[in-house]
């Protein structure tokens, strides 16, 4: 170093290095007197690079180079460029061989790996010559940082994508490779590479790759719209997840529509292919129907023992949504759906629940839940809120208007008969009991007194029968008072008209 000799003389005296020397038009500059060393070593050293890396010759080379590295830029250094061309060349070359029989170079942390990827971030002069030696060595994910020392975007997700479909990379270093891809897309400002590897990312891994368009913070901005359209031309399985973020996540219900298509799909297609998935079906009415009271509601029930497949999820997302989920304002083609699941009705119980609802066929629909899935909960429920808000989460949900007192009456009343026509009689008897004593104040007497069987017992609905005298009464009472307040206004009333008649005097009026 001392003496000024080009690296370039030094490195033509190692075997394997000599290669990496760059000479330029004018060869190197070498005293006269170094000739003949030089030359009579080149033909004695004929050692293999494993020989030199036994003799910790690699240490003493690396250290070499890494000094000659920190003269760059210095203007005193003749045919600079060549110079570092070699020395950047020999030292990545040195790196790599060390690295790959370090014992320690599979973690990240090995004071070589370290090195190496200190060399290739900071940037090399030989560029080109770099790329082919990383090729060659298997070493891609350094590949990768070398184009990131460039900053060439293309190459970086080009190579990432290379090692994650499954191209060897010797050493490793990308391990979550599709989650590195999502961050790199997220924070680059290049629409086109963005649109191409993150359709890419999507449909390798769609909930990931849906990520890379409705992160906040990436750099490059979506309409819904385009999404959607570029999703289903290059990554059609990741529609449905990104419909997902719209529908549930920012509460966008114009896309509610697309996404119970979506769910229909997935559900009807499964169900038409496979008897298990109808036999799972029908085990889970069969199952909550042989539970006793207090029991769950039917969507707790099936949420609580969801079943791990995709089908299953889906399915409890159409509930959610064509149950009323994003309020009043949010509608939906109940024909077009009827129409769909008409040769699934026996396996989607909940789902014509809801949809005769819709329609207003309510008698259906309380048929269907009293003695299609025995979940009579829900069945006061449906009567309290019209048949809307019942089979998805009420926490965080669009409020829907409760309907009128008379039309509560009016499916209490269908909710009657059909508790009265469950065909357990312990059943109907508890539940019959229980809705008039709870409900009682919904139904009038006399209609509830011709519709219960002669031969019951007067305990069964003494409760019912109790609150309906108590409230006849304190009706009777009510129009008591009424009528005796109303005697005493209109005596107040008349009394005051008289006084006021007084005050005025006899008035005389000519007649012609």
């Known amino acids: ?195 191409e590897f993150g359709t890419w990312l999507a449909r390798r891994n769609p909930a990931l790759g849906v990520q890379v368009f409705t992160n906040d913070s990436s750099r490059v901005k979506w309409e819904p719209h385009q999404v959607v359209m570029i999703l289903r031309r290059r990554a059609p399985d990741a529609v449905k997840v990104y419909l997902e973020h719209l529908v549930f996540g920012k509460k966008n219900v114009q896309y509610a529509n697309d996404l119970i298509s979506y769910y229909l799909d997935s559900v009807l297609t499964v169900l038409g292919s496979s008897e298990e998935a109808r036999d799972i079906l029908a085990t889970s009415y069969e199952s909550y129907r042989s539970l006793r009271p207090p029991k769950p509601t039917y969507r707790q029930f099936v949420i609580e023992n ?90 965080g949900s669009a409020a829907l208007a409760a309907p009128s007192q008379e039309e509560q009456a009016t499916l209490f009343g269908y909710l009657l008969t059909e508790f009265l026509g469950i065909e357990n009689v312990s059943d109907r008897l508890e539940r019959t009991s229980e809705l008039l004593e709870r409900f009682g104040s919904w139904y009038d007497m006399r209609d509830v007194l011709e519709l219960i069987p002669e031969n019951w017992s007067v305990e069964l609905v003494s409760g019912f029968l109790v609150s309906s005298f108590r409230r006849l009464v304190h009706e009777r009472n009510e129009a008591t008072i009424t009528k005796a307040l109303s005697g005493a206004e209109n005596l107040q009333t008349a009394a005051a008209f008289v006084e006021k008649c007084s005050a005025f005097g006899p008035q005389i009026e000519n007649v012609p």
């Open 1 to 195: 170093m001392e003496g000024g000799v080009d690296p370039r003389v030094i490195l033509s005296l190692i075997p394997i290095l000599r290669d990496e020397v760059i000479e330029g038009s004018k060869g190197i500059w070498i005293h006269s007197g170094l000739i003949p060393v030089v030359e009579r070593y080149r033909m004695m050293a004929s050692k293999s690079f494993e020989e030199l890396a036994t003799q910790g010759t690699l240490n003493f080379i690396k250290r070499y180079l890494g000094a000659w590295r920190q003269r760059k830029g210095f203007g005193s250094i003749a045919d600079e460029v060549e110079v570092f061309q070699t020395v950047d060349a020999a030292l990545l070359l040195v790196l790599l061989e060390q690295d790959g029989k370090d014992p320690s170079g599979t973690s990240k942390t090995s004071p070589t790996r370290i090195e190496l990827y200190s060399l290739v971030d900071s940037g090399v002069d030989c560029f080109d010559r770099a790329i082919k030696m990383l090729e060659d060595y298997k070493r891609l994910f350094v590949l990768s940082r070398l184009y990131q020392s460039r900053r060439m975007a293309r190459k970086v997700l080009e190579t990432w994508k290379r090692i994650i479909e499954g191209e060897h990379d010797d050493g490793g270093g990308l391990a979550d490779g599709e989650n590195e891809v999502r961050r790199y897309l997220v924070n680059i400002k290049d629409t086109g590479l963005v649109d």
């Open 306 to 395: 969801a079943i791990p497949l995709p089908w299953w999820h889906d399915r409890l997302r159409l509930l959610e949504l064509i149950g009323g989920s994003h309020g009043s304002d949010f509608s939906y083609d109940v024909g077009s759906i009827l129409s769909r699941i008409e040769p699934f009705e026996q396996d989607l119980v909940p789902e014509s629940i809801i949809l005769d609802g819709r329609q207003g066929r309510h008698k259906q629909a309380l048929r269907l839940l009293t003695h299609g899935l025995g979940d009579y909960h829900t069945a006061v429920n449906y009567c309290l809120l019209g048949g809307a808000s019942i089979f998805h989460p009420t926490t």
